[in-house]
């Protein structure tokens, strides 16, 4: 049956280029459609001969949008499997983003973009409860943006989709994961001179992170966990887990953490996808020592 996705949330957190990328993987696209007009687009005569998704972008600039009825209205369409994709991004974010390109936020012309802001969180609150996923940008290249709606849209898959991303908290935890796990009782590879260029990709790291105390029991038991709970998640009716490795700077522990989960849960079976959201940034010794002030000598 072909799907039905409405793609909304808050403007400015990249509706537009979901819908773009949606279209490149052969999704019938429309942007801003009038409610009115949504059975008639679902089901209108030159899609009679075709079997594509539907992919329709709506937020508070669409005519008749009302967030409370919306849910039902895509549930009232025949012949399709509604879902709703819930856009959403912080709000520091997305005041950036307007900025960048000076455009005006739909609910505040003629004030500035964070009134309008915080004007569509309440009022889109509905839609993000009744949401089948929620998908944060703020931290999503164009590219991984792309990456993540291939691997939720692009095929109709019948398994759970699972990411492993590595992130460090100096930077901000990750928004996208449903379980975090920190990883800042391990020494930090950062204060090892010959470790601090390289990241937990690299073998001399996840060598060195491997030999630390209690690497064994905490990756043994945290796959325990994952291999309990990620069956129970799709039983439930959820369709993409998010997972988490968090180290302070995100180059080392988390990086080495988050390959080595990925291996041990192939061999359970899952497909997981990897993505390291601090990889390619720096080693910064102020960052690292801003952090970890109270881990000092062990780390060294």
């Avoid at 669409?62 to 025949?78: E, H, K, M, N």
């Avoid at 799709?234 to 180059?251: D, L, N, P």
């Avoid at 390959?259 to 899952?270: C, S, T, W």
Wanted: charged share 30%; aromatic share 6%; glycine share 10%.
């Amino acid at each position: 049956m072909p799907r039905l996705l409405l793609v909304t949330g808050m403007s400015g957190a990249g509706k537009s280029s979901v819908l773009d990328a949606l279209e490149d993987m052969g999704w019938d696209t429309v942007d801003n459609l009038p409610t009115s007009l949504l059975h008639d687009f679902v089901h209108g005569a030159d899609r009679a001969r075709r079997q594509a998704h539907v992919a329709v972008g709506m937020d508070a600039r669409s005519r008749g949008f009302d967030p409370q009825a919306l849910p039902s209205l895509l549930r009232s369409i025949p012949g399709v499997r509604p879902e709703i994709l819930y856009l959403d991004a912080t709000g520091a974010e997305l005041i950036r983003r307007y900025g960048e390109t000076r455009r005006r936020h739909p609910l505040s012309p003629d004030r500035p973009a964070e009134d309008g802001i915080a004007r569509e969180r309440d009022l889109t609150v509905a839609l993000r409860l009744a949401a089948d996923s929620v998908l944060d940008t703020t931290d999503l290249k164009p590219a991984d943006l792309r990456d993540e709606l291939r691997r939720r849209y692009g095929d109709e898959g019948d398994e759970l989709v699972v990411t492993i991303a590595s992130f460090g908290f100096a930077r901000g935890i990750s928004r996208t994961a449903d379980l975090v796990f920190d990883l800042r009782f391990l020494p930090n590879p950062h204060w090892v001179d010959e470790l601090r260029p390289l990241t937990g990709a690299d073998a001399p790291v996840a060598d060195f992170v491997a030999r630390q105390d209690g690497w064994d029991e905490f990756m043994g038991r945290t796959e325990e966990l994952l291999a309990f709970l990620l069956p129970r998640y799709w039983e439930a009716g959820k369709a993409y887990v998010g997972i988490a490795f968090g180290c302070t700077g995100g180059r080392h522990r988390s990086v080495a953490a988050a390959i080595a989960m990925g291996e041990r849960l192939r061999h359970r079976g899952f497909s997981p996808n990897i993505r390291h959201r601090d990889l390619a940034l720096g080693p910064d010794d102020s960052l690292e020592q801003g952090v970890e002030r109270n881990e000092g000598p062990r780390d060294r």
